[in-house]
């Protein structure tokens, strides 16, 4: 009494992309309200970032430049 199965694999897998494709839909909708809440400006919070880094460095916005032909040093672990 085997069955013929051929089909089967196929199937399954519309099943399952079908089920995390409603999941993925009522997760968006239970949390709608969190990403219409949140002002996400790129810019903004680059800027706030790179400002936030060279303040913790003690210098300017950018990196200095090596031009040696000396490989570079690795920072320190405190």
Do not use: C, K
Not at 46 to 55: I, Q
Not at 58 to 66: D, L, Q, S, Y
């Amino acid at each position: 009494m085997i069955e013929d199965e051929a089909g089967q694999s196929s199937s399954e897998y519309i099943l399952l992309f079908g089920a995390i494709i409603v999941v993925a839909i009522l997760a968006l909708v239970i949390y709608r309200s969190y990403f219409q809440r949140s002002a996400l400006n790129s810019a903004q919070d680059t800027s706030e970032v790179r400002n936030n880094t060279a303040d913790e460095a003690g210098g300017g916005g950018t990196p200095p430049v090596n031009n040696s032909s000396e490989p570079p040093v690795p920072p320190s672990v405190p």
